[in-house]
């Protein structure tokens, strides 16, 4: 099966523009900008400027988290960044790296999740690992999404930085996965910066309702946590 390739910022325009349904020279018109340039921009040979962003965003009419997605692929500034408070093994938080790899667990998540700690991608627990399953339910779908979303914004907010070959690294390893390989070609660009109301079976057996909240932190880490 083909490896599946990280997004650039003109593969997302160009699918921004074909779900409306649009053309090259159309969306040229609606934005008030040349054909070459909306070729050279969908062929990734000139970066974006902030003001040609503006007018695609307005001309397409996009959505908050295609707008925010494209702008981040764009280089423009990220969404605001998040701080933690003190954290204590009572708590069910575990820190990703920009890899999504989990570099802190504490306590409780371990115990919540299992085999899901440190040194553990959170991409491959989701779709790997059969205690993810066991332990989302019905809920897992959602979760996984989630975690597509999360790698999505991962990847464009690394896409030019050294370090970024992980991003192939994984993407050709879920190559095969089905589950993980349909929710990555949809054009699909929500903000995975959200809270997310889940059901988990514990390990004891019994079902509890949590939210799973996923926090951008100011260190350039992402956060994961879960609240009754």
């Given at each position: 099966?083909?490896?599946?390739?990280?997004?650039?910022?003109?593969?997302?325009?160009?699918?921004?523009?074909?779900?409306?349904?649009?053309?090259?020279?159309?969306?040229?018109?609606?934005?008030?900008?040349?054909?070459?340039?909306?070729?050279?921009?969908?062929?990734?040979?000139?970066?974006?400027?902030?003001?040609?962003?503006?007018?695609?965003?307005?001309?397409?009419?996009?959505?908050?988290?295609?707008?925010?997605?494209?702008?981040?692929?764009?280089?423009?500034?990220?969404?605001?960044?998040?701080?933690?408070?003190?954290?204590?093994?009572?708590?069910?938080?575990?820190?990703?790296?920009?890899?999504?790899?989990?570099?802190?667990?504490?306590?409780?998540?371990?115990?919540?999740?299992?085999?899901?700690?440190?040194?553990?991608?959170?991409?491959?627990?989701?779709?790997?690992?059969?205690?993810?399953?066991?332990?989302?339910?019905?809920?897992?779908?959602?979760?996984?999404?989630?975690?597509?979303?999360?790698?999505?914004?991962?990847?464009?907010?690394?896409?030019?930085?050294?370090?970024?070959?992980?991003?192939?690294?994984?993407?050709?390893?879920?190559?095969?996965?089905?589950?993980?390989?349909s929710r990555w070609e949809r054009d699909n660009f929500s903000d995975p910066m959200r809270a997310l109301r889940t059901t988990i079976t514990r390990p004891d057996g019994g079902r509890t309702?949590?939210?799973?909240?996923?926090?951008?932190?100011?260190?350039?880490?992402?956060?994961?946590?879960?609240?009754?």
């Amino acid at each position: 099966m083909d490896p599946l390739e990280p997004h650039t910022t003109g593969s997302v325009i160009q699918a921004l523009r074909t779900k409306r349904g649009v053309t090259q020279r159309e969306l040229a018109v609606l934005a008030v900008l040349s054909p070459h340039t909306i070729q050279s921009l969908e062929l990734n040979r000139r970066p974006p400027k902030e003001e040609v962003v503006d007018a695609i965003v307005e001309a397409l009419r996009l959505d908050i988290g295609e707008e925010n997605y494209l702008r981040v692929l764009s280089k423009l500034p990220r969404r605001p960044m998040s701080t933690l408070a003190t954290i204590s093994d009572r708590h069910a938080l575990a820190v990703l790296s920009s890899s999504l790899t989990i570099t802190y667990a504490t306590r409780a998540v371990e115990e919540l999740l299992p085999g899901f700690g440190e040194d553990q991608n959170f991409v491959i627990w989701v779709f790997e690992r059969d205690e993810s399953r066991q332990v989302f339910g019905e809920s897992w779908a959602a979760v996984a999404t989630l975690a597509v979303d999360l790698m999505r914004w991962q990847i464009a907010a690394t896409h030019e930085r050294k370090g970024r070959r992980w991003a192939h690294t994984l993407l050709n390893r879920m190559s095969g996965n089905d589950a993980f390989r349909s929710r990555w070609e949809r054009d699909n660009f929500s903000d995975p910066m959200r809270a997310l109301r889940t059901t988990i079976t514990r390990p004891d057996g019994g079902r509890t309702s949590m939210t799973m909240l996923v926090l951008d932190l100011a260190s350039g880490q992402t956060a994961l946590g879960w609240l009754p």
